[in-house]
């Protein structure tokens, strides 16, 4: 059938707006945020700096950096009454499933004059608290209530474990690594919602429904899993093996623009093996890595971000049913930064489809329908 229009399913391909964010390429294997590469922000930079960069658009001199740093520490509590709420929630319930539905709430409590960005920089404060709080209460243990002396990611490892541990430095830079990557699927629902003129809140509650989706944020979980079910290196061709005999995506690899290493693989892979020490599930990683390289490289298939980054978690103690809502935790500085430069020019998303159903058909009433089937 000739099409009047061709369908570019899941818009591959497809440029839905001009952005100053970042610049992910795909053949290159580079990240870069506003003009900086992802690995001298890493190397250099920390969660609130590169907060700023992505917000504003520019490196934070001395006062600027203290201003979101401050903004960011005052605005880390939840309400009381949001508490008890959490507090009786089925203890079974996925942490993306309550970080959805608590951001959703919070939107209540947001005082309507706030600014897009006000509203983003409460959200990314209290994001945290949210997913802590949860792994408090889903394990009966008492609240750990956020700290302002301390730096987003510290506060946040704190606020899970009582303390600090060593190697935290890493923890924040894995947060500057997914903190922004251009026009992904979360990404493009935020941006989505935020063309209708809807709250932060929403457009938030939308980012994190799409990311929970096993082929976007899902994926680092999915990946403990497998090197769970694998158990040892010898054990792993037989596996990938029966995966790809039944035609199963192996979790943590491919990458709709990647189609070479995913630069942030490569920064947690490099990591993870200058540790000095040994980390779990790190050998068998790099066996499966190599393996999927040798089947898949025709097909440009290479590990992406999630394939490294649960390791690093759970050298954290980071339970993996965790691992996504740390993913949203980071990537809604991005989320909230594509949402007010794409409003800056903004235009309703309304793309269209190619009708194929019947056409001309007479109406009948109900009695006259034949049974179908
Ligand atoms: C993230 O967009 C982003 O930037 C996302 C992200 C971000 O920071 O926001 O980078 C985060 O989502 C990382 C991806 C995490 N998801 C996974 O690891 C799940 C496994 N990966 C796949 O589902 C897949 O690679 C996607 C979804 C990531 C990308 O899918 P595409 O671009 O639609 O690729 P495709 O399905 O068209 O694949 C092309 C070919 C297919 O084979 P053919 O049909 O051509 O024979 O490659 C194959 C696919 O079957 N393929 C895989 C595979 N990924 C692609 N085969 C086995 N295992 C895989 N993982």
Redesign the pocket.
Known sequence: MKLDYDVKY?L?GVAVAISSISC?DGVKGELVYRGFKIEDLVENSNFEETAYLIWFGNLPNENELDFITSMLSKKRELPENIIYMMENFPKNAHPMEVLRSIVSILGMYSNNDNSTLEDAINLTAKIPTIIAYWYRIKNNLDLIHPRDDLKHSENFLYMLFGEIPEKSELFDKSLIL?ME??M????FAATVTASTLSDVYSIITTAIGTLKG????G?NERVLNMLDEIKTKEKVENYLNSLISRNK?????????YKTY?PRALILKKWLSNMNEKVKYFDIAVKVEEEVLKR?ES?K?YP????YSGILYNYFKIPKEFFTTIFAMA?IVGWTAHAMEYCKNNRIFRPRTIYNGPKNLDYKKVKEVERNG
């Open positions: 899941g591959e992910v997914h990557q251009g992904n699927a979360s990404t096993p082929l976007h944020g994926a995506k192996i979790m943590g690899f491919g990458h709709r623009i995913d898949f097909k298939i992406n971000v999630d394939f990537r």
